[in-house]
Each structure stands twice: as structure tokens, then as C-alpha cells.
């Protein structure tokens, strides 16, 4: 069994056990909707599915605890240029790579070791709480080289102009939000002074203040984590669908048949609303605050997902990302969630954090020791 953190920096780790019983007071709380929509779009593969299991209102039953835990890169490699499927014995010297890799880390420390170089990485957890998976996608029997699928050549798309500028004025990469304990290259740095996005924690990334799950874990889209709690739960009622992220404790709400909320109201994880395409869930979420920028995204976001399960250890899980003020064309991938029989818990991000007030009491420190030197010299 794999044990998973839940916390990604803060000193103190605490776990509890996730009830299902707070899923199911949300979802007693969500009204039932009536209208209906469709999204005819062609998906992405054609593999073909049996039969899957019934919920008792007669939905396709998507129930139970899975994990996006994988060793597929959600773009394609150089090395893998121009393949999107892997040879059994490619997928195989990926796979015992890292089991390679894993076993070496998880060797006791050398206690005569050097100090490392100034600057250089100490590490963080051992390999006690990594979960990121032991093996490439299977998709239709096929080793995948990437998530991403749409374009052909595995990449996510260039960015217009528009997105570019926005991107860059905003700090670009460093500074998104699944961002963590990064840095923006700002015109302050760029003069060589104190790099401003320190000064208070609403500065700091989306992700680093446990608000959304770095990695883009809850979506949407729904994205692998490549280190650990890649747990997913999901819990069914006729009228609404809760796909819950174990990272960050996030909670996508889809209400089935509905209509979208006012474009002036903006949500962290979107506004998602869903419909059933035979037995393939399809969820379109829109209505995205300009705060939360997926891979740079814009308010304009709009994320098409189709959640269909192959049989009963499978999910097939396929989205198309569209913006057409951040990306020259929509873009797409697919992987699979598997049946887990792990638990999912409490992601405590800041339970007993003292770190990040440390943080801030240096940093005021540090002020007062520098305007104390600016005053002498000034005598």
C-alpha cells in the first residue's frame, strides 16, 4: 500500500480520515435542476467499453475511490518525438527506471556525507510519501508517450499575443498558480532588489497557499500530481455529480442537466455543469475567475471533459481545453483513473503551520535591521 503525504512544505504532517458523510451533506444541501443541454463533440479514441454497472436511478456508476497516479508526462518528450504510442519495451525501461530510481533513494543517508554546495538542493520528503505511479498510460492496449493527445505533436499549443502579453505581465511560468516556493521575474528582481512577491502571503502562489492543488490536481482539467496524492472520490445523486481531489482538499460540485451561472459570477474551479451521452459523463465548466490561470489561462477559459468508465478497474478520462485569448487553437489529452482501495484523507495544508509566520516575522526582521543600517549611515 502506498502512503501518501498531505502536506506539501509545511513542517507538521496531519492526516485524518476523509468521511463520507461531509460529501454527503453537501450534496443534501445542492438543489436539483431541470434544464438540459448537449455537447456533440466527437471524443478523442474509439476504443469500446462493456456494459458498465447502474447506479439505482440507472446512471452509469462512476462511484468509488480512484487514483491519476502515472508516469506519462502530461506533454511529449523530445525524446519521444513524434510517437504518441510506446513499444511494450519502451514502457517497460520507463517503469523500471523509476522503480530504479526508487529503490536508490530509499537507501539510508550516508551520516559522513559533505554538506551540499550554497545554493544547492538538501531535498525534501523521502520516498516513504511519494505515490507518483509505476507505470506509462494504457489507452486501448496502447502505451501512451504523453496525456496530451490534441495536437498531434503531444505539446500544449503557443500562445497568441494577447495570452503572451497578458502571461508575461503577470510574471509568466514562475508565478502561475499551481506554482510552489517559485520565484517571478519581475522588474524588481531584473534591478536586483528584494523581490517583492515575498513581502505577504497573498503574493504568493494560488497553490502554495493551499487555496488549489498545485499540479492542477482539481481541476479542471484534471491533472496528475507526479508526486503524491493523486486520489480522486466520486460520489453520485441523480441530479448532481461531486468529484472530490484528495490534494487541497478541492470538491468540483457538477450539477447534471443544468444551466451555467451569470458571466459576472467567477469561481476558483469554474462552473461546471454536466449531462449523460449514452454512458459517457460529460461535464463543460466555464465561468472561471482570471485569478486561477491554468497553464496561463484567461477568464475565458472553458474545459470540455468526458468521464466514461471501460470496465470495473477503469475510468477513461478525456478533456479539450479552449481559450481563444490565451492558446492559437483548443488543445486535448486523455489518461486513465485507476480503482483504488486506498482511503482518501484530509489534506491539512496549514494545520499547526507555524512556517509561514516565521516566514513573515524574518522578513519584518530583516526590515527593521535595514532601515536601522540606512539610518547610520545616514549620521
Same mark, same amino acid.
Given at each position: ?18 468521511? &463520507? ?68 519495451? !519502451? ?66 499549443? &503557443? ?17 502561475? &498558480? ?25 503574493? %504568493? ?25 493523486? @486520489? ?55 465561468? +472561471? ?15 470540455? !471533459?468526458? +468521464?466514461? %468508465? ?19 487553437? &483548443?488543445? @486535448? ?8 482501495? !486506498? ?37
Amino acid at each position: 500500500m502506498h502512503i501518501r503525504h498531505s502536506a506539501f512544505h509545511w513542517p507538521i504532517v496531519y492526516r485524518r480520515f476523509l468521511s &463520507p458523510v461531509i460529501v454527503a451533506i453537501a450534496l443534501a444541501l445542492l438543489p436539483s435542476v431541470i434544464s438540459g443541454q448537449r455537447d456533440d463533440r466527437k471524443t478523442l479514441t474509439s476504443d469500446k467499453t462493456p456494459t458498465p454497472s447502474r447506479t439505482a436511478w440507472g446512471h452509469p456508476d462512476l462511484q468509488g475511490n480512484w487514483t491519476a497516479a502515472t508516469l506519462t508526462p502530461l506533454e511529449r518528450p523530445e525524446s519521444a518525438h513524434g510517437k504518441l504510442v510506446l513499444t511494450k519495451a !519502451e514502457a517497460e525501461a520507463i517503469a523500471r527506471t523509476e522503480r530504479e530510481r526508487n529503490e536508490a533513494d530509499a537507501r539510508p543517508s550516508d551520516p559522513n556525507r559533505a554538506a551540499p554546495a550554497a545554493g544547492g538542493s538538501v531535498g525534501g520528503y523521502n520516498q516513504f510519501f511519494f505515490d507518483r505511479g509505476s507505470s506509462s498510460v494504457m489507452v486501448g492496449g496502447e502505451y501512451r508517450s504523453s496525456i496530451i493527445i490534441e495536437p498531434a505533436d503531444g505539446k500544449i499549443p &503557443p500562445m497568441t499575443a494577447e495570452g503572451q502579453a497578458r502571461d508575461d505581465a503577470l510574471g509568466g511560468r514562475t508565478a502561475r &498558480p499551481d506554482v510552489v516556493e517559485r520565484v517571478r521575474r519581475g522588474q524588481d528582481q531584473a534591478q536586483g532588489e528584494p523581490e517583492a512577491l515575498f513581502e505577504n502571503p497573498e503574493q %504568493r502562489p494560488l497553490a502554495e497557499r493551499c487555496i488549489l492543488g498545485f499540479g492542477w490536481t482539481s481541476g479542471t482539467p484534471m491533472l496528475p500530481n507526479y508526486n503524491y496524492n493523486n @486520489g480522486k472520490q466520486i460520489v453520485q445523486t441523480p441530479d448532481t455529480v461531486v468529484i472530490f481531489a484528495e490534494m487541497v482538499h478541492d470538491a468540483r460540485i457538477v450539477r447534471l442537466n443544468g444551466q451555467h451561472l451569470p458571466p459576472q459570477i467567477r469561481v476558483w474551479k469554474g462552473d461546471s455543469i454536466g449531462h449523460w451521452d449514452g454512458d459517457t459523463l460529460v461535464v463543460e465548466t466555464t465561468n +472561471f475567475t482570471d485569478k486561477t490561470r491554468f497553464q496561463g489561462s484567461s477568464e475565458h477559459l472553458k474545459v470540455t !471533459e468526458r +468521464f466514461r %468508465r471501460v470496465n470495473e478497474n477503469a475510468i477513461l478520462y478525456r478533456f479539450t481545453v479552449e481559450d481563444s485569448s490565451t492558446w492559437q487553437r &483548443p488543445w @486535448g489529452g486523455e489518461y486513465m483513473w485507476e480503482k483504488s482501495d !486506498e482511503p482518501l484523507y484530509e489534506y491539512a495544508c496549514h494545520e499547526g503551520n507555524y512556517a509561514l509566520v516565521d516566514i513573515m516575522r524574518g522578513a519584518r526582521h530583516r526590515d527593521a535591521q535595514q532601515a536601522t543600517e540606512g539610518a547610520g549611515k545616514t549620521k
